[in-house]
């Protein structure tokens, strides 16, 4: 996309700093869905990319760039998405504008066509945590990771994690990676110390954030969220601090991609207080996500020097370095 080049050709007005503009990757207009109780430019766009949100009302936010230009041209779905072009990216040319004049009476709603990901299918070998003995060794691992019983299965069943006793990803605990309900992907990791690959993939993980559609319904609860850079981290984050209504979820790297501050973007606006905490190496790393991340309302936060990552965390080491 190129938000400031459309808007212009279509006569929109928008800014490109102020109070509510999060940076330079992005400019704000007047939000249409709040209309005219919208005193300014609350609604903010990615200048490249197709999410956008308004600080006034959370629930104005999407990724579906013809959605918000119909309603800002007051056109209907399918004019925008004509008005758009068949990339929904290129730079309108008047030439380009003058052939569509003649659609702009067409009437319908297309399917969308934004970039979809061919959702997965569950292995049938990737087992529910049960108190089976097929389970034992996966049960004994979370235990020496610090977790109880009862947090194991809240924890398994709440975010459906699952184990792996045969095929590729033998020996690994699964973290499924949904979204909007689509199977989008899913990394294990080894219970075995002596593995060299401790996490195996499968599917674009990058792209993604993990536990996107819980925390949107933890959402309704929770007041506090926390940036981790693994699936462990952010489950001990998690289970320490359930009863304080803090949340967790990560990165999978130590790096924050386009998509996954798209899907934050989304997220973070829907939380009271919001943390980054890698682990304690990634000095770099963590510059560098929390410059992305400026805007979004996202405090750094370091971790204690006995402490190697949020996974190792105990619980009053993570209540003195959150607020929830």
């Known amino acids: 996309m190129d938000w400031p080049t459309l808007l212009s050709q279509h006569r929109v007005e928008f800014v490109e700093t102020g109070p509510n503009v999060n940076g330079r990757d992005y400019i704000a207009v007047r939000c249409p869905f709040c209309g005219a109780s919208d005193p300014s430019q609350h609604m903010t766009i990615r200048r490249t990319g197709k999410v956008w949100r308004c600080w006034r009302n959370p629930s104005h936010r999407g990724r579906d760039p013809a959605k918000l230009l119909a309603a800002l041209l007051g056109c209907s779905y399918f004019q925008a998405q004509t008005l758009l072009g068949p990339d929904l990216g290129t730079p309108l040319s008047d030439d380009w504008l003058e052939r ?184 770099g790393a963590t510059l560098r996500a929390a410059k992305k991340l400026r805007g979004l309302g996202v405090e750094t936060r370091w971790l204690p020097p006995q402490y190697k990552d949020p996974g190792v965390l105990k619980a009053q080491a993570l209540y003195r370095l959150v607020e929830a």
């Open 100 to 283: 569509v004049k003649g659609k702009l009476g067409a009437v319908g709603r297309p399917t969308d066509q934004a970039d979809q990901v061919e959702p997965l299918e569950m292995p049938e070998e990737f087992k529910k945590f049960k108190d089976v003995p097929s389970a034992s060794r996966f049960l004994s691992y979370l235990e020496r990771r610090g977790f109880g019983r009862e947090d194991i299965w809240w924890m398994t069943s709440h975010y459906d994690l699952r184990y792996c006793t045969r095929g590729p990803f033998q020996g690994r605990i699964i973290f499924p990676i949904v979204y909007e309900k689509q199977l989008m992907a899913w990394t294990g990791r080894s219970i075995y110390s002596g593995e060299q690959l401790r996490y195996k993939t499968e599917g674009p993980i990058t792209s993604q954030v993990l536990w996107y559609n819980n925390l949107v319904e933890d959402s309704e609860w929770a007041r506090t969220i926390v940036l981790c850079e693994g699936p462990f981290d952010a489950l001990k984050v998690t289970v320490l601090g359930y009863y304080r209504r803090i949340v967790a979820t990560c990165f999978f790297t130590s790096s924050l991609s386009d998509d996954q501050l798209d899907h934050l973007f989304e997220l973070l606006p829907l939380y009271k207080h919001r943390y980054l905490l890698l682990d304690s190496g990634a000095v």
